[in-house]
């Protein structure tokens, strides 16, 4: 391996440490502790790992995750209910619904009913506008983490060829809008591929950066990455019983110049993100000023 390794999980736990001193300082100042909901739809075993993961990191960070668990034939009114509840619940800074819920439900149709000042995934279409506009309110949590990653590990995106495989709404679609915006982090020029992309070996060959977010395992080769390039690895697959990334990492990582490793990169970075985006929540709901996101 000649790749530098960005590792996700010492980084995610520093800033896990901040956060908790931050949350610490504001539950003094306000006498308030910030609550994160969760609710969960059926019971799908990683879906229920993730938010347990979510749960346990508010609570080592001295906030409060409580869990809402619907069964998997749950009808489309009773979720909107239930958010209605969180939405007007003062005790609730932060509402996540854990994706993806059961078919028979309108995904659109809940994550518009998220109250936007509570919407600590930032899926809802306000934030989803004012990230597009460059004045974020709450940045998604993957690629946010991911634009940290790059900053912590001294990665420079100004001016860089960024290109970012898969389009979704969760990850690929903010991982574009946040490295073109103007200022640190952003103002790289990004090229976004897809399954309809034509010879996407080529494009992402002139790669500075290369998000990889497309979930399929070892997707991404070593003669794909131009030599030196930097390479996030966002993918979650599970092989067997072993969980693999979207990159080919042995390989890959004698070509890259610095990479993420799975696990241990992106995923640790997603559910900090969360925790300093349910702060926010809370600070925002008690009329604190804040800077903007980022
Ligand atoms: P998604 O299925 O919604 O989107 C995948 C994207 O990949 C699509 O836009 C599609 O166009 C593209 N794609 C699929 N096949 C392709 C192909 N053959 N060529 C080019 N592009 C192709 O997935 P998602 O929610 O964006 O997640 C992507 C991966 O990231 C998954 O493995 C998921 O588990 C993982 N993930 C990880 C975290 C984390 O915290 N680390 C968070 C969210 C998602």
Redesign the pocket.
């Known amino acids: 391996m000649t790749a530098a390794l960005i590792d996700g999980k010492s980084i995610a736990a520093s800033i896990r440490e901040r956060i908790a001193g931050d949350a610490a300082a504001f539950r003094q100042r306000s006498g308030v502790t910030p609550h994160l909901a969760a609710v969960l739809v059926g019971d799908d075993p990683a879906s229920a790992v993730y938010v347990r993961n979510k749960q346990r990191g508010c609570e080592q960070t001295g906030m409060t995750g409580s869990l809402h668990r619907l069964s998997a034939d749950v009808s489309q009114s009773q979720l909107l209910e239930l958010i209605a509840r969180l939405n007007a619940d003062p005790d609730v800074h932060g509402i996540l619904v854990q994706l993806p819920l059961p078919r028979h439900i309108d995904d659109a149709r809940i994550l518009d009913a998220v109250d936007p000042l509570k919407d600590v995934d930032g899926f809802h279409p306000t934030n989803v506008g004012l990230l597009s506009q460059g004045r974020p309110r709450f940045i998604p949590?993957?690629p946010h983490?991911c634009q940290v990653l790059l900053r912590e590990a001294g990665i420079r995106t100004a001016g860089a060829h960024a290109v970012v495989?898969?389009?979704?709404d969760?990850?690929?679609k903010p991982m574009a809008s946040l490295l073109l915006q103007k200022g640190a982090g952003g103002d790289a020029t990004v090229t976004v591929?897809?399954?309809?992309?034509r010879d996407?070996a080529a494009i992402v060959r002139e790669a500075d950066i290369v998000i990889a977010?497309?979930?399929?395992p070892h997707?991404v080769t070593a003669d794909m990455i131009r030599p030196g390039a930097t390479v996030i690895d966002?993918?979650?697959?599970r092989l067997g019983q072993v969980l693999v990334g979207?990159v080919e990492f042995a390989e890959v990582s004698k070509v890259a110049g610095a990479i993420t490793p799975v696990p241990g990169?992106?995923?640790p970075?997603?559910i900090a993100m969360l925790l300093g985006n349910t702060l926010r929540a809370a600070r925002l709901q008690t009329g604190e000023t804040l800077e903007t996101a980022g």
């Open positions: 949590c993957t983490g495989i898969g389009r979704s969760i990850v690929g591929c897809h399954s309809r992309t996407l977010a497309i979930g399929r997707f966002v993918g979650i697959n979207d990169g992106v995923g970075m997603t």
